[in-house]
């Protein structure tokens, strides 16, 4: 065995590449074998444990000449129903932990095609169900760095003055040229040269290319996606969730199913001076707000209708304070000339309105019919062609009476 051991430390990489594929065809084969065979009780084919504080028990990387269709470990569960991974999650760390380094493609892929969810998650009574939490700093994937220099250069990162205090971290290490130690632990940005170019409070102790690294203190903008729903095309947003802005695009419906609960809520911030609420066309301008203030707005001159429900009325208002009026009509400009209220006919002419100084104005020039009036109602109309202020009453019995006032 020391014979063999020595000879594999001698021979040429190919022959020793060559001795190594001879060892694994002669112990396992070509084919698929059977580590843990039917009647095996055993816990598991191989018992390891790990008793450091770093490290790991299995490091597989790829190589270059990996391709996308490859992967470091396969999993396929073409018999029986045994499961595919299972992580027995146990101590304060985490159970699994996907790190998607700048550049990276796909941290976590899930392709769905049967009938049950492609993700399932059970939720117990106390549990923490899913969190998205926004961290600040920003990770880039073209750092440079010269071993026993303080300067670092990177093409995209957009160095500016505020990230001058800021850590600065190396986040893994890429093969050959991108080592650990191009940006030493502890490490933060002394003087920013330029956008491409700052100076590292500490000196590299490796030279690098490509080093991904992480500049501290960069905030989350208000429009960075946290949870994203594309079209088929992988291009058209059907909403998103974003750190600032729940921007959904398809239709919502709200569903109670909790009948002494509100169905929907807007809430204000705190001092909130902006709209709690803005309804918009295509164009994005605005048809219907709700003030601040709780004033609502519209940008049209009739936005309240019974259309699509002509059994009820278009605009009922309802008084619960015994001694409050019902409604107010305020003039809020003091040198404000429009009227209080209108009333217009189906062809949107003024026949009566109140006027901005409280009068009561009407434009009707003849009677009412009598199948206008219910029992002891009145009205009042003007007799244009003669002059006269008329009033006609309809008494009681249903006969209608009337008088007049000659005007001069």
Do not use: C
Request: hydrophobic residues 40%; aromatic residues 8%.
């Amino acid at each position: 065995m020391t014979y063999f051991a020595t000879y594999l430390g001698s021979v040429a990489s190919t022959e020793k590449t060559e001795v190594e594929a001879a060892l694994r065809l002669s112990v396992f084969g070509d084919a698929p074998f059977t580590i843990k065979p039917l009647g095996n009780g055993r816990g598991g084919v191989m018992d390891a444990k790990y008793d450091d504080t770093t490290g790991y028990i299995f490091h597989l990387r790829a190589g270059a000449n990996s391709s996308a269709q490859t992967g470091a470990i396969g999993i396929g569960t073409d018999e029986g129903l045994g499961g595919g991974l299972l992580i027995s999650h146990k101590n304060a760390n985490w159970g699994l932990n996907i790190i998607n380094n700048p550049g990276a493609g796909l941290g976590t892929y899930l392709i769905g095609y049967a009938a049950n969810p492609t993700l399932q998650m059970d939720v117990y009574s106390g549990a923490g169900g899913i969190k998205l939490q926004a961290k600040t700093g920003a990770g880039f994937k073209d750092g440079v760095s010269n071993a026993g220099s303080t300067t670092f250069t990177s093409a995209t990162a957009a160095f500016t003055a505020a990230d001058v205090g800021q850590t600065i971290v190396q986040l893994t290490s890429v093969g050959a040229s991108s080592p650990f130690g191009g940006i030493p632990a502890g490490t933060t940005i002394s003087a920013v040269v330029d956008s491409e170019t700052v100076t590292l409070s500490q000196a590299a102790t490796a030279s690098g290319t490509g080093i991904r690294f992480r500049v501290g203190g960069r905030a989350v903008p208000a429009s960075q996606p946290i949870l994203s729903l594309f079209d088929a095309d992988g291009t058209t947003l059907r909403g998103a969730i974003q750190y600032g802005l729940f921007d959904w695009r398809t239709p919502v419906k709200v569903t109670s199913n909790a009948a002494s609960t509100v169905a929907l809520t807007a809430k204000a911030a705190s001092g909130q001076t902006a709209d709690i609420l803005n309804i918009l066309n295509s164009a994005d301008a605005q048809l219907f707000r709700v003030q601040a203030s709780g004033r609502i707005t519209a940008a049209y001159s009739s936005f309240l209708s019974n259309a699509g429900k002509t059994d009820q009325p278009a605009m009922q208002v309802s008084g619960y304070a015994a001694t409050l009026p019902v409604a107010q009509l305020s003039q809020e400009t003091a040198s404000g000339t429009g009227d209080f209220l209108q009333l217009l006919n189906f062809s949107d002419q003024v026949v009566s309105r109140v006027n901005y100084g409280g009068y009561m104005m009407t434009r009707k020039t003849s009677a009412p019919t009598t199948a206008d009036f219910l029992n002891t109602e009145l009205t009042f109309w003007y007799d244009e062609a003669n002059a006269k202020f008329k009033i006609t009453a309809k008494n009681a019995a249903g006969a209608l009476v009337s008088g007049e006032v000659a005007l001069a």
